[in-house]
């Protein structure tokens, strides 16, 4: 038998007969997975794989299910399939079904006829590694699929009658989002039909994506509770000296604020301004970060108050600071241009917006192979889209100034593409005066 690279098959499958028809990953981009980093993908030529179902026919002659291996050799399209799944039975004859590995990206290439022709000629069961059915969580693990993808996709293999296996990843949302992980991955996998869910947990392997970005305190993964604890007690000493100010009625305290990056880049000034004016005995502690990492100190108890863009669950108290349009951009010069045809300058995005600019890119057919830019904040974004190199996706509060030609976007169901930016406050701090006060100057100064 020919096996190359890493071999295997999920314990399911135990009784079926193995045999490679690919090696490698096409993908290759999950941030949890490093399991196929060194091995090019590649597809068993014809003879060999002949050889080895001749192999299988000396010892199983009457196999009746077949284990095909690789990541994914469902990635291969129906005319690549075809020959393979055809010949097996000139060995096994009494073989009546195939299986492997697919991705939700593998059947999307495939229409519905032709998903019906390889159930026919014996495909059924393939095993999905969904990891989740919700979207932030999705785009944090870098699938390159979202909800609605596992939907359409899943909705073709129900029609064509293909049998398919989900696996859940539990973890993989990260401290704290576990629960909305769980709930929309319930919701969206209760509309399929998978014939099994099989659950798996997430380990950070050292050469992942995801455990870089736990270094960089990026992603944290659940079950920091030590560290909590430890905090906790001093976390007590400040509130109870915030209620000793808060009976003598002055405006003092500490004010421990976050303001997300692209919103602080343009509004912080002002806001802090103002606020510092009104309230000069309040002590405040600002920081700038992206969204995601500022709603993970939210959860974590270490701000009292944050400036978030994005969709988050939060079960304190959550105000619409602002609703903008997201634009596409480019230069005068660049506005007859195909956008296939230059550069799209990416930047840093927290996982729900990186999840909504793959869903506007993807519905215009848009290739996201031609990202040759990437950037880690958003005013050097806007300067590169102005001097010409490249177009990109910004919304509205980056435009200001911008004096290049900018296009609202909207999906192909017509909804428009817009980014809503929330304040986060702890409920057990919005009766703090200082909080109270931070959040009226910022809803004065957006009326
Ligand atoms: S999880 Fe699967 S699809 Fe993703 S990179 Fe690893 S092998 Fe490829």
Redesign the pocket.
């Known amino acids: 038998m020919h096996f190359s690279g890493r071999t295997w098959r999920p314990s399911y499958e135990a009784d079926s007969c193995i045999i490679q028809l690919t090696s490698g ?1 096409t ?4 941030h949890f ?1 490093s ?2 980093a060194e091995e090019p993908f590649r597809v068993s030529p014809l003879a060999e794989f002949e050889q080895d179902l001749g192999e299988i026919k000396a010892y199983q002659p009457y196999a009746r299910r077949l284990f095909l291996t690789g ?2 050799p469902f990635a291969l399209s129906y005319e690549r399939l075809r020959p393979y799944i055809l010949t097996v039975r000139d060995y096994l004859i009494k073989c009546q079904t195939m299986a492997m590995f697919a ?1 939700i990206r593998d059947i999307r290439d495939k229409e519905v006829w032709q998903l019906k022709k390889l159930r026919a000629m014996g495909i059924n069961g393939l095993s999905i ?1 969904t990891e989740s059915g919700d979207d932030e969580t999705l785009a944090l693990a870098g699938k390159g699929y979202t909800a609605a993808d596992i939907a359409e996709q899943c909705g073709k293999l129900d029609e064509a009658g293909i049998e398919y296996y989900f696996v859940y990843m539990t973890g993989l949302a990260g401290k704290g989002r576990g629960y909305w992980n769980a709930v929309n991955s319930a919701k969206l996998f209760s509309r399929l039909n998978p014939y099994f869910i099989s659950v798996d947990s997430l380990t950070l392997f050292p050469d992942t994506e995801l455990c870089r970005m736990e270094r960089e305190g990026r992603f944290t993964p659940a079950g920091e509770k030590v560290l909590k604890f430890s905090t906790g007690t001093s976390d007590a000493m400040d509130r109870l000296k915030q209620e000793l100010e808060l009976i003598s009625g002055e405006v003092c305290g500490t004010l421990r604020a976050g303001y997300s990056l692209s919103y602080g880049t343009y509004r912080l000034a002002g806001q802090l301004a103002e606020y510092y004016r009104n309230y000069p005995k309040v002590n405040l502690q600002i920081i700038m970060d992206q969204s995601g990492q500022l709603y993970q100190q939210m959860l974590d108890g270490t701000l009292d108050i944050a400036i978030i863009r994005g969709e988050y669950s939060w079960e304190g108290g959550r105000y619409l600071l602002a609703e903008e349009r997201v634009y596409m951009v480019c230069s005068i010069e660049n506005e007859d241009r195909k956008l296939q045809e230059y550069p799209y300058i990416s930047r840093k995005a927290d996982p729900y917006l990186s999840g909504q600019l793959l869903r506007w890119i993807r519905e215009q057919g848009i290739s996201t192979e031609s990202s040759k830019i990437c950037v880690d904040n958003i005013t050097t974004c806007e300067e590169l889209v102005g001097s010409g190199v490249g177009w990109s996706i910004l919304p509205e509060i980056a435009l200001e100034n911008f004096t290049g030609v900018k296009k609202p976007l909207s999906f192909k169901n017509g909804d428009p593409f817009i980014r809503r930016t929330y304040v986060f406050c702890q409920r057990e701090t919005l009766r703090l005066p200082q909080v109270d006060a931070f959040i009226k100057v910022l809803r004065k100064m957006h009326t």
């Open positions: 990953c993908w290759q981009r999950c997975c399991l196929y990541a994914n991705s590694g």
